[in-house]
């Protein structure tokens, strides 16, 4: 048994239910939207698509202007999320493999993928259970996988999952469309989290609403796919289909929100709405450089929104960066509830900043990928869109507004830190006043440099991540985007495909 499985059941022995039955704990509620981007919602400013009851949330609420998923896609996301580590710890970088795209590009050999959260590692909900909370998911999971587990063996009372015709086997797999009435299931899985939240309002709860939207197969109701082939396409965003998604998604929100307002919970919830990655090329991020699957900001910059009428201040806004592994400790704060004996938590107590009490103690946030994911993004790197990927083998650290990129084919290949001046391994931008990641100051800015490169260089020492140094054999310098070979000679009408030009988005064409 793992540990956290002995101290439930010397919870339940020892008065579990009374424990349960304690007052004004708050309820916490996570809602996570499936490849929504920063720029997807009707707040963060989107000339096209729609998202009343988030841009009303947001007045209820705080908003974090520069909140981050802690990996570039679903999967590694999702686990980051749920044991509060980065991925170097569980060992998720991506879905399925992080050998993805062509091999013959590939300088190194990258590190292994696990496939599904490991059993033994303690979630967010196994924690919060211990405390006496009930705990429901509702939705995707994508943890199952051959190394993982279902909802119900982490810590989950309850799991239901669907896209609108049906419930989905626990722990399943995959993405494809509703009943056109219930697009994605979006209405469905907020409905069972409302039958949840009845069924427990009067004792606390861990709610995880895991929305499979607006992740393909897109899809809207016929009336709201009406309502934008009606409306004037805006100069960024155009694509009837994600804007009719990403509207029923916000209208199952309303749902949810109506719910708490009906059984009068408001006041004793803290809620949550964040995205687990950007938005994908369908949709242009800029000002944000990127999308799903990279590690510039349109692929792990999010939309955050917390609301506790009460506790945070309505119309609020922070700057200071976060990530999604703050949660963990952020709700078990909230709880009341002690960090599990042996559980090292990467992410930091949210609650200073909610309450605008105080500030956070640490100086940087990081993200590890050390492998390869195919398919390029909107104004991703000249040599990654010729050569087919959407990011190679990168670290990176986020400190105050300046971000540092290290590529590690370039470090470990091509003369490391004696040869930075022209070897490409490193990228510098200063956020503050260059959110689209356009000028890079690694060589302008060498003090800058030399300081964040040794920092993330030392944080990857001491959480001791694996990084790939073996050269991989069957590299084939003709097909490497750097080359101009082959491999960029098939990349060229992609790489016209992609490149931003500060007009329309390729996503409506």
């Known amino acids: ?66 909140a981050y998923a802690a990996a570039g896609n679903c999967a590694p996301s999702r686990a980051c999320l749920l044991s509060g580590n980065y991925t170097l710890r569980h060992h998720v970088y991506a879905v399925g493999s992080t050998d993805r795209g062509p091999k013959a590009a590939q300088r190194l050999v990258p590190i292994p993928n696990k496939d599904g959260l490991a059993k033994e590692n303690v979630t967010l909900a196994e924690a919060l259970k211990a405390a006496g909370y009930v705990t429901g998911h509702f ?46 299931g979006v209405f469905t899985l907020t409905r069972k989290a409302c039958e949840f939240i009845a069924a427990n309002q009067k004792r ?34 155009n694509a009837v289909l994600y804007a009719a998604c990403t ?35 369908a949709s242009s991020q800029e000002p944000l450089r990127g999308n799903k699957g990279c590690y510039y900001e349109g692929g792990i910059r999010e939309p955050f929104i917390a609301r506790w009428p009460g506790v945070i201040q309505p119309g609020s806004r922070c700057d200071v960066p976060v990530i999604n592994v ?63 990927f959407r990011t190679r083998p990168v670290s990176v650290i986020r400190k105050g507004d300046w971000k540092l990129h ?11 830190r004696e040869r930075l001046a022209d ?37 990857q020492k001491s959480v001791e991540a694996l990084l790939p140094t073996e050269p991989n054999p069957k590299y084939d310098p003709a097909s490497s985007g750097a080359a101009g070979g082959k491999q960029g000679q098939k990349k060229k009408r992609v790489l016209r495909c992609f490149r931003w030009n500060n007009a329309a988005s390729p996503a409506g064409r």
């Not at 419930?167 to 995959?174: A, F, L, P, Q, R």
């Not at 609403?209 to 016929?222: E, V």
């Not at 510098?428 to 959110?435: A, F, V």
């Open 247 to 281: 509207y029923d998604l916000d209208a199952s929100v309303g749902l949810l929100l109506d719910k708490l307002r009906e059984l009068n919970l408001e006041k004793d919830t803290l809620l949550v709405f964040t995205s687990d990655n950007g938005g994908t090329q």
């Open 326 to 388: 703050d949660l963990y400790p952020t709700f078990l704060a909230a709880a009341g509830a002690p960090t599990p004996a042996g559980k090292l938590l990467d992410g930091e107590n949210l609650l200073p900043l909610l309450q605008q009490s105080g500030g956070l103690r640490r100086q940087a946030i990081f993200w590890h990928f050390p492998g390869y994911l195919d398919k390029p993004v909107i104004r991703g790197r000249e040599l990654d869109l010729r050569a087919g």
């Open 204 to 237: 606390p709860f861990f709610c995880y609403l895991a929305h499979h939207a607006i992740h393909t197969p897109l899809q809207g109701r016929p009336e709201t796919q009406a309502r934008f082939r009606a409306k004037t396409p805006g100069a960024q965003h």
């Open 423 to 459: 070897n490409h391994a490193v990228e510098l931008y200063h956020l503050g006043s260059d959110i689209g990641e356009r000028v890079n100051l690694a060589n302008s800015n060498t003090a800058k440099r030399d300081e964040l490169l040794g920092d993330l260089l030392a944080w």
């Open 406 to 416: 290290l590529y590690h084919e370039e470090w470990q290949l091509d003369g490391g």
């Open 139 to 184: 939705g995707k999971w994508h943890l199952a996988g051959k190394d993982g587990a279902r909802p119900t063996e982490q810590g989950f009372d309850v799991s239901f999952d669907s896209f609108g015709d049906g419930e989905v086997k626990e722990g399943s797999e995959g993405n494809k469309a509703g009943p056109p009435e219930d697009p994605k």
């Open 1 to 66: 048994m793992k540990p956290i499985a002995i101290f439930l059941a010397l919870l339940t022995v020892l008065g579990g239910p009374a424990l349960a039955a304690e007052t004004k704990r708050p309820n916490l509620i996570l809602v996570f939207a499936d490849d929504l981007g920063w720029k997807d919602v009707g707040y963060q400013g989107s000339d096209f698509y729609e998202t009343p009851r988030l841009d009303a949330l947001a007045k209820e609420g705080m908003v974090f202007s520069s």
